[in-house]
């Protein structure tokens, strides 16, 4: 197959452009040239993305059979990218997030309502709001550089697949760890502290995630696979771990003998709470992605957390 990526050199892309290559598919990765190099034996063409019509004719030209675009943000970007390839690609495959799901909304105070039922499947409500209050999308913008003022994965969604003419399909990611993470989600114990204090609620909490590579071994499934068309998949490791579980988890496999403590919210230090409504677990079924593509991760929970560690141990060393 032919396939171009949109994105493709940022934390997970080059995990997916390598399994790709692996595949035996031709790969082109379009992107603006931050990062590392591509990996070898796929394509480049050095672009923004944010204005991606001004490089219709080149990227038209590919006749990609698949385009996945790994970083969009908005509606507008949505219409443009299928305006794009339309009449000419074969299916669009589309990043995602678990935020779009109502229960985002419910733990950040911008839906109202009751808690959302868990865990969240690909026929769970979506939000009816943006995603984040504007200080969050703030923040994401610091760190993921291709979010813009209108960033919202619902509308995106809903572009992608709303065409007939073009089949479109979308991966919900969850909370992603391991080497490259921005967001250090696994964060090395080195530092010889006794023990790692918990608000209660927060402790609580439970949360889809999944390690980069095996992320990555999914996106490559969904593009590679016919059956993908016009559907949707939640992308999550199948035990959904509270943040008291996954942080032990951390602890055991770094080898650290301190104390994991729970603290009653009354008596917790202000900097350790934090705003939302914990009660309202980010918990997500992946089972129509096992079941349709029999998919399975090739890296245990273990396993990706040691190489997060190792990551995070030589990265500041």
Known sequence: MRVLVIGGSGFIGPFVVAGLLNGGHEVTVFRRGSGGPVPLGAAEIRGNRRHLGDYA???RALAPDVVLDMILSSERQARELMDLFAGVAGRVVALSSIDVYRACGVLHGTE??????????EDSPVRSQPAYPPESLKMLQGIYGWVD??????????VILSRAALPGTVLRLPMVY???????RVK????????????????AWRACRGYVENVAAAIALAVTNGKAR????????????TELEWTRKICEVAGWQGEVRVVPRAQCPPHLILPGDFRQ????????IRNEFGYQEPFSVDEGIRRALGWERSSQA
């Open 149 to 158: 003022d209108d960033y919202d994965k619902v509308p995106v969604e809903r």
């Open 112 to 121: 109202p309502g009751p808690l959302e039922p868990v865990p969240l499947t």
């Open 188 to 203: 090395r114990i080195d530092d010889g502290r006794p023990a790692i204090l918990l608000e209660e609620t927060i402790a």
């Open 178 to 184: 391991g080497p490259g993470d921005p967001l250090h």
């Open 57 to 59: 004719g080149v990227l």
């Open 230 to 241: 016009n559907r949707t998949y939640n992308v999550a490791e199948p035990d959904n771990f």
């Open 281 to 288: 677990h980010w918990s997500a079924d992946s089972t129509r």
